[in-house]
């Protein structure tokens, strides 16, 4: 795979608003999955699929506690370039306005962390 391969590879992982939307959110921290459904309102299998594709080419990591999955940045790098996509639709007059990540406890989050 040429570096130009990887490097589109890498794009095209980004390239959807679900998984932009994904890299948001846990940009202010590790999240479960409970926390990413709720939040996008979407099924756990939908969520499941993007994080997976997030994970694939190593936008994410995981861990496990118990039976909770938890997901975080592999590298908080990846909030500059998402910048940089704001930056630069922002020059050609595009305004972009990000929703309000909900902070922990999730309302109608059903994890241990949110029902305590």
Known sequence: MSAYEKQARLIKAMAHPTRLHILEILSKGESCVCHLT???????P???QHLMTL??????????DGT??????AD????????????LLAA??????LPEV????VP?????????
């Open 68 to 73: 909770m999955v938890y997901y975080r940045l």
């Open 108 to 116: 109608g989050c059903p994890c241990p962390k949110c029902a305590n």
């Open 92 to 97: 050609t007059g595009v305004q972009v306005d």
């Open 46 to 48: 939908y969520v499941s």
């Open 76 to 87: 908080q790098r990846i909030m500059n370039a998402m910048a940089i996509t704001r930056e």
């Open 38 to 44: 709720t939040i996008l309102k979407r099924r756990q």
């Open 102 to 105: 909900p902070v922990s406890p």
């Open 55 to 64: 994970r694939q080419v190593g936008l994410v990591k995981d861990r496990k």
